[in-house]
C-alpha cells in the first residue's frame, strides 16, 4: 500500500474512533434523559395513584355515611307511619257530625261510613277512605 492511501485510513479510522466516542456521549446524555423521565413518571403515576385512593376513600367515607341517612330516614318514616292514628280535621268534622265516630271505637262500621260519605264526590270519598286506611281506622 502506498503512504497516501495509509495516512487516509488512519485518518478515516481516526475520525470513525472520534465519531464513536461523540455518540457514545450522546447516548449516555439520552440514557441520563431517560432516567430522569422516567423519575418523572414514576412520581407522577405515585400522585395519581395516592390522589385517586384518596378520592376513593373519601367517596366510599360519603357512600356510608348517605347509606346511613337512608336508613335513619326510612327508619324514622316507619315509625311516623305506624304512629298516626289521626284524620285531618274536617274528616273528623264530617264523621262526627253524621254520628260515625264514637271516641270508644276504633274501627268504624263500613255501611254507616259509606252514608256519611254519600255527600262527597266520588273522588273525594276516596281520598277521605285512602286518608282513613293510611291512619289505621279502617281496612
Do not use: F
Not at 470513525?16 to 414514576?42: F, T
Not at 326510612?74 to 254520628?99: C, N, S
Amino acid at each position: 500500500m502506498n503512504e497516501e492511501l495509509t495516512q487516509q485510513i488512519i485518518a478515516s479510522a481516526e475520525r470513525l474512533a472520534s465519531a464513536a466516542e461523540s455518540l457514545e456521549k450522546a447516548v449516555g446524555r439520552l440514557d441520563a434523559q431517560q432516567q430522569a423521565l422516567n423519575a418523572q413518571v414514576d412520581r407522577i403515576v405515585a400522585a395519581v395513584d395516592e390522589n385517586e385512593t384518596e378520592s376513593r376513600r373519601q367517596l366510599g367515607a360519603r357512600l356510608a355515611e348517605l347509606e346511613r341517612t337512608n336508613a335513619d330516614l326510612k327508619a324514622e318514616t316507619a315509625r311516623h307511619a305506624a304512629a298516626r292514628k289521626t284524620l285531618p280535621p274536617l274528616v273528623t268534622a264530617l264523621l262526627a257530625k253524621t254520628g260515625c265516630v264514637d271516641p270508644g271505637q276504633d274501627k268504624l262500621d263500613m255501611a254507616t261510613l259509606d252514608k256519611a260519605l254519600a255527600v262527597l264526590t266520588v273522588d273525594q270519598r276516596i281520598a277521605v277512605k285512602a286518608q282513613m286506611a293510611r291512619a289505621g281506622i279502617i281496612g
